[in-house]
Each structure stands twice: as structure tokens, then as C-alpha cells.
């Protein structure tokens, strides 16, 4: 496969994680716990509660929330904005854009925008992973939400993006070296 398409790819890939980050930070879904008539959502940010069938009710958490709490919004916004910038570094540094027109600097820029997405994926799962751990201990009608579910694909698509990046730099290099010698 072509090293473009192949670009072409990780950026979709880390464009769809990028998103999966941020609707699992910004979603109250982490953890659900159902009673016989009262479902409450609990996310990083807020918890909301729907008794029956009447509305839901939405509170956000205080500032001074727990500290686990408040690990896992930092880890999940560095995510954010580090594939962010991983996914600019990733567009401008490409074949297929010519924003940049160093030559020498575009391998730099991708293995810069690699190695951000595959910090960027493990600053997603590790906090994802921390939530469903703790839910082995917890009582009875507590389930996992959907934001740990879209947390791991995001953070998955942003490592096999960043490993596919590691891998073309890393091709492109050796054969570099062996048309050098």
C-alpha cells in the first residue's frame, strides 16, 4: 500500500478517535446504576437522574470533586487535545497536503504526530480501564456506560494509527538508508 494512502487512513482513523474522545468526556455515561424505578447516569462532569418516566435531571459535580474524578478528566482532556495536535501534525506533515514544503521535516513531523497519537490513545484507556476495574466492587445494579465502551475504541484507533505511522517512518527510513549505502 502506498505510504499516501496509508496517511490517508491514519488521519480518518485518529479523526474518528479524536471524536470518540470527546463525546466519551463530555458524555454522562461512564456508569449506570439502575434501580426498580430511578436510572442514574454518572459521567466526569455531571450525574443525571430519570425517575420513571419523568424528565431527566442533570447536576454537575463541584469543583473540588473526587480526585479519581478529576485524574481521569485531566488524562481524558491531554487525550484531546494531544490528538488534536497529533492530527494536525499528521495532515500538515503529508504527501497529500502541501502546507509544508521542507522535505526534511515532514518524516519528523510524522513521527512526532505517531508518537502523539499513541500517547494520546494510552491517556484515554488508562482512565476507561480505571472506571470498569472499579466496577467489580461495586453493588449490585451498577453497569458500565457507553462512554467506556467508546473510550476504548477511540483510544485503540489512535494507537493503530500511531503504530501504523511508527511502522511506514520507520519502513521509509531503512529503505532510505539501504539506497544511501
Same mark, same amino acid.
Given at each position: 500500500?502506498?505510504?499516501?494512502?496509508?496517511?490517508?487512513?491514519?488521519?480518518?482513523?485518529?479523526?474518528?478517535?479524536?471524536?470518540?474522545?470527546?463525546?466519551?468526556?463530555?458524555?454522562?455515561?461512564?456508569?449506570?446504576?439502575?434501580?426498580?424505578?430511578?436510572?442514574?447516569? /454518572?459521567?466526569?462532569?455531571?450525574?443525571? %437522574?430519570?425517575?420513571?418516566?419523568?424528565?431527566? %435531571?442533570?447536576?454537575?459535580?463541584?469543583? &473540588?470533586?473526587?480526585?479519581?474524578?478529576?485524574?481521569?478528566?485531566?488524562? /481524558?482532556?491531554? =487525550?484531546?487535545?494531544?490528538?488534536?495536535?497529533?492530527?494536525?501534525?499528521?495532515?500538515?506533515?503529508?504527501?497529500? /497536503?502541501?502546507? @509544508?514544503?521542507?522535505?526534511?521535516?515532514?518524516?519528523?513531523?510524522?513521527?512526532?504526530?505517531? %508518537?502523539?497519537?499513541?500517547?494520546?490513545?494510552?491517556? @484515554?484507556?488508562?482512565?476507561?480501564?480505571?472506571? =470498569?476495574?472499579?466496577?467489580?466492587?461495586?453493588?449490585?445494579?451498577? /453497569?458500565?456506560?457507553?462512554?467506556?465502551?467508546?473510550?476504548?475504541?477511540?483510544? %485503540?484507533?489512535?494507537?493503530?494509527?500511531?503504530?501504523?505511522?511508527?511502522?511506514?517512518?520507520? =519502513?521509509?527510513?531503512?529503505?532510505?538508508? &539501504?539506497? &544511501?549505502?
Amino acid at each position: 500500500m502506498a505510504p499516501k494512502t496509508v496517511k490517508m487512513i491514519c488521519v480518518a482513523l485518529s479523526t474518528v478517535g479524536l471524536i470518540g474522545v470527546i463525546i466519551c468526556c463530555s458524555l454522562p455515561e461512564w456508569l449506570v446504576r439502575r434501580d426498580d424505578y430511578t436510572e442514574v447516569h /454518572t459521567g466526569l462532569w455531571m450525574a443525571c %437522574v430519570k425517575q420513571g418516566s419523568g424528565p431527566r %435531571v442533570c447536576k454537575t459535580f463541584d469543583s &473540588q470533586a473526587y480526585p479519581d474524578i478529576q485524574a481521569c478528566r485531566a488524562m /481524558t482532556i491531554i =487525550s484531546c487535545l494531544l490528538c488534536g495536535l497529533s492530527l494536525l501534525l499528521l495532515i500538515f506533515g503529508s504527501d497529500f /497536503t502541501p502546507c @509544508v514544503q521542507n522535505q526534511d521535516a515532514k518524516p519528523k513531523m510524522i513521527k512526532a504526530a505517531a %508518537v502523539g497519537l499513541l500517547l494520546a490513545g494510552l491517556l @484515554v484507556i488508562i482512565p476507561v480501564r480505571w472506571f =470498569s476495574n472499579n466496577i467489580g466492587n461495586a453493588p449490585e445494579g451498577l /453497569t458500565l456506560g457507553a462512554s467506556i465502551f467508546i473510550g476504548y475504541i477511540a483510544g %485503540v484507533l489512535m494507537i493503530l494509527s500511531g503504530l501504523l505511522l511508527c511502522y511506514l517512518s520507520r =519502513s521509509r527510513s531503512s529503505s532510505y538508508h &539501504q539506497l &544511501q549505502s
